[in-house]
C-alpha cells in the first residue's frame, strides 16, 4: 500500500521534501542573518500550511478559524517560556548570530507531512473533508508548526533586540 501511494506521488513533491532537508540542515549549524532573513522562513512556511489547508478543506470557517487560534496560541505561549542562550546582534555588521538548532528543521518535515498525510487521506477518503474532528485536528496541527516557527522567529528577535540594540549583546531567545 505505501509503495502505491509512493508510486502515484508527484516528482515535484520529493524535489520540495529535498528543498525542506537542505533549508532545515543549513539551520543545524551557528548562522548569521539579517532581520529580513530572519523573517522570511517561517512566513514562507506559515504560508505552505495555510495553503495546505486550504488545498485540503477549501476555505471552510472551522478549519481557518483553528489554524488562527493555534497560532496565536502558540506565540502567547511561547512568550512564557525560559530563553535559549547564544543569540546575538552585532550593531557593526547588522546581523544576527543564531546558534544551530534540529527545530526548524523538525518543523519543517512536521508541515511537509503533515500535508502529505492529509492529502493521501483525503484522496483515499474523501468523506474526511467534511468530518469536524479531522479538519480541526490538521487545522490545530498545522496552526502549531506555523506558531512554533513564528514563536521561534519573534523569540529571537527580542532576543536580539530586547537590549540595547546598538551594542553586540549576548541574548536569549524564546
Same mark, same amino acid.
Not at 522567529?153 to 533586540?161: D, E, I
Given at each position: 500500500?505505501?509503495?502505491?501511494?509512493?508510486?502515484?506521488?508527484? $516528482?515535484?513533491?520529493?524535489?520540495?521534501?529535498? !528543498?525542506?532537508?537542505?533549508? +532545515?540542515?543549513?539551520?543545524?549549524?551557528?548562522?548569521?542573518?539579517?532581520?529580513?532573513?530572519?523573517?522570511?522562513?517561517?512566513? $514562507?512556511?506559515?504560508?505552505?500550511?495555510?495553503?495546505?489547508?486550504?488545498?485540503?478543506?477549501?476555505?471552510?470557517?472551522?478549519?481557518? @478559524?483553528?489554524?488562527?487560534?493555534?497560532?496565536? @496560541?502558540?506565540?502567547?505561549?511561547?512568550?512564557?517560556?525560559?530563553?535559549?542562550?547564544?543569540?546575538?546582534?552585532?550593531?557593526?555588521?547588522?546581523?544576527?548570530?543564531?546558534? +544551530?538548532?534540529?527545530?526548524?528543521?523538525? !518543523?519543517?518535515?512536521?508541515?511537509?507531512?503533515?500535508?502529505?498525510?492529509?492529502?493521501?487521506? !483525503?484522496?483515499?477518503?474523501?468523506?474526511?473533508?467534511?468530518?469536524?474532528?479531522?479538519?480541526?485536528?490538521?487545522? &490545530? &496541527?498545522?496552526? !502549531?508548526?506555523?506558531?512554533?516557527?513564528?514563536?521561534? &522567529?519573534?523569540?529571537?528577535?527580542?532576543?536580539?533586540?530586547?537590549?540595547?540594540?546598538?551594542?553586540?549583546?549576548?541574548?536569549?531567545?524564546?
Amino acid at each position: 500500500m505505501i509503495l502505491a501511494i509512493l508510486a502515484h506521488t508527484p $516528482v515535484w513533491v520529493f524535489a520540495v521534501l529535498a !528543498l525542506l532537508i537542505a533549508l +532545515g540542515v543549513r539551520r543545524l549549524k551557528v548562522r548569521e542573518v539579517t532581520t529580513r532573513q530572519l523573517l522570511v522562513l517561517p512566513i $514562507v512556511m506559515g504560508l505552505f500550511s495555510l495553503f495546505g489547508l486550504y488545498q485540503s478543506f477549501g476555505p471552510q470557517p472551522v478549519a481557518i @478559524a483553528t489554524w488562527l487560534v493555534v497560532v496565536a @496560541a502558540s506565540l502567547a505561549v511561547a512568550r512564557s517560556l525560559p530563553p535559549q542562550a547564544g543569540v546575538q546582534y552585532s550593531a557593526a555588521s547588522r546581523r544576527i548570530r543564531i546558534p +544551530g538548532s534540529g527545530w526548524p528543521l523538525a !518543523l519543517m518535515m512536521t508541515i511537509f507531512f503533515l500535508r502529505y498525510v492529509a492529502a493521501v487521506g !483525503l484522496a483515499l477518503h474523501p468523506a474526511l473533508r467534511a468530518e469536524p474532528t479531522f479538519v480541526v485536528a490538521i487545522a &490545530a &496541527a498545522y496552526g !502549531l508548526s506555523s506558531g512554533c516557527f513564528a514563536a521561534r &522567529a519573534l523569540g529571537t528577535w527580542r532576543a536580539a533586540f530586547g537590549r540595547r540594540p546598538n551594542t553586540t549583546t549576548t541574548t536569549s531567545i524564546a
